[in-house]
């Protein structure tokens, strides 16, 4: 994952370790390749690392969030943010964790989902993972999620979107699955009918959510037959948004 800021860019990767499973590598660099600071961290020894996201927090000091995904021995997938200053040093690191007792909402996190970190006022981070509407034991709606936390690494705000059909599965983009704007936050996800391979008879839908994360609108981009994925969304000055990806029919 990469961002682009004043004449500088900021990298973080997976890299594998010659022994303990992956790390994790962070970069600055100028914008003709020169290297300003890069740091390795091998703490997470995951046995399967995913795509991170970087969020520049802090435009001044050149603080930022790293959001991290890590599979252990058992497949249990976790989600991490790790906060860090401008040599890529982590300071902070803290497990998004969601108190799923008790509630017939649930976060869940899949291998193949790609949440994203990105910068609100005060430093507050958000990403979106996907979630579950349970009734008993049984899950019922499916939907993605937008979560706020603090630089403390604190859950600080959690907005569900549930779309109304009950027989739907949905899945992030590959890159980028939502931006904010002044004004607005654009956010876009796939819908898998289950009735249908999941390879097919896909929807995408795109959300569009006030800065206190207040739904606005909803819209289907596609057609009702075929296949279609997402893998990056940019809000537009007009309030609306460009989205890209591919399709095919079946």
């Known amino acids: 994952s990469v961002i682009i800021y004043d004449n500088e860019i900021a990298v973080t990767a997976h890299v594998m370790l010659k022994t303990g499973g992956y790390g994790h590598l962070y970069a600055r660099l100028d914008l003709d390749g020169g290297r300003l600071a890069a740091q390795t ?25 790293v959001l991290n995904r890590k599979v252990d021995s058992s497949g249990s997938i976790s989600l991490f943010i790790d906060t860090m200053d401008s040599t890529m040093t982590v300071r902070k690191s803290g497990k998004i964790e969601y108190d799923n007792s008790g509630s017939s909402v649930h976060i869940s996190f899949r291998p193949f989902d790609t949440p994203v970190l990105k910068q609100l006022e005060d430093s507050i981070i958000m990403m979106n993972v996907m979630s579950q509407k349970y009734i008993g034991a049984s899950p019922s709606h499916y939907g993605n999620c937008l979560v706020e936390t603090n630089n403390d690494l604190e859950i600080t705000n959690t907005t569900f979107y549930f779309h109304d059909q009950s027989n739907i599965s949905v899945r992030l983009p590959l890159r980028n699955s939502f931006e904010i704007r002044d004004d607005y936050i654009i956010s876009c996800a796939i819908i898998n009918l289950h009735s249908y391979h999941p390879y097919y008879k896909t929807q995408c ?24 994925y997402p893998h990056y969304i940019l809000a537009t000055e007009d309030g609306g948004c460009l989205l890209a990806g591919y399709s095919c029919d079946e």
């Open 205 to 228: 839908l795109v959300t569009k959510y006030d800065r206190d994360m207040n739904i606005v609108w909803e819209r289907f981009v596609n057609q009702e037959e075929g296949y279609y």
């Open 41 to 65: 961290d091998d703490s997470y020894n995951t046995i399967t690392a995913f795509t991170s996201s970087i969020a520049l927090i802090n435009k001044s000091k050149k603080d930022f969030a």
